[in-house]
């Protein structure tokens, strides 16, 4: 048994925002507390939402999952997407920089506020991977928090080759969409599940294309600052299905660059196991999840512990 509601953490004290401004996290609680176990934090990806870990009636997907096996589940919305407040629009400045030096922080301290003793498991789908990862460079003081991390799909560059990244990558995202930007002013909708900044989509088709994973607002290397860092328990997944989103070959490429000493690697197919060929978005919203890798998720959470 669980519950679940809502948090508006106003954020008009942040550069580039307004006294209305409010970043939303959805909150999954089980009916009794396990204060032994860690918290959780779900970060979306690109072009989504924090819907991406939970049905509309909050029933199904991975946070009520692990509000069920008794974690507490903090599911973010970033800046403008989701529930968070006013939605993109035309008149955003903000982007993913914003993202890793003002919303993760935010979300992160208002959970300490809430949970002093207790660590933080980390989990990410798709472009939330790279935030998160990005956030830990910069600001490693709060790995002393942090006690294991999921990423889902996460790669920072697509290398692969195919007809589906050809289109949809090289063709759609990194040269269609900035046409699309220039009129509305902002990504639209019908190309997601939720909108996207000009700036977001910028800095992210930037590092994309290969480019150093460096922060196009002041130069900060994130690629070099985490190499001498002591990363956290990490496990990537990947889906056999997922042919440019989250392909296989550029989630292990990502692992080699996040350069986690504890990293575990998983594909998700039936060859490998499981129930279902997972591809990029119903590695969490498939029927068979929760029968499924969810459980060995909760496996790997709960080694070590």
Known sequence: ??????????????????????????????????????????????IENGRIFYSEDGKKGLAPFLAKQGYEVFVADLRGRGLSQPNISRHAQYGQTETI?????????????????????????????????????????????????VFFGTKRIVTVINPYSLFYIRLMW???????????????????ADRETRKSHHQSAHWVQGNPWRDLDDGFDYGDAIKGLQMPPTLFIAGVKDHYLGHPKDVRDFVQEFGAQQATYQLLGRKQGNLHNYGHIDMLTHPFCERDHFLDILNWLQKNN
Do not use: C
């Open 1 to 46: 048994m669980f519950h679940h509601d809502s948090i508006h953490l106003p954020i008009g004290h942040l550069p580039k925002s307004s006294d209305q401004e409010t970043l939303h996290l959805k909150h999954f609680y089980p009916a009794q507390d396990s204060t032994d176990l860690p918290v959780v934090l779900l970060i979306h990806g690109a």
């Open 101 to 149: 030096t003002q919303e993760i922080p935010a979300f992160l301290d208002h959970i300490q506020q809430l949970h002093p003793q207790r660590k933080v498991i980390l989990m990410g789908h798709s472009w939330g991977g790279v935030l998160l990862s990005s956030f830990l460079a910069r600001f490693p003081s709060y790995l002393r928090v942090i006690d294991k991390m």
């Open 174 to 192: 990194n040269r269609v969409f900035y046409w699309i930007i220039k009129r509305y002013g902002y990504l639209p909708e019908p190309f997601g």
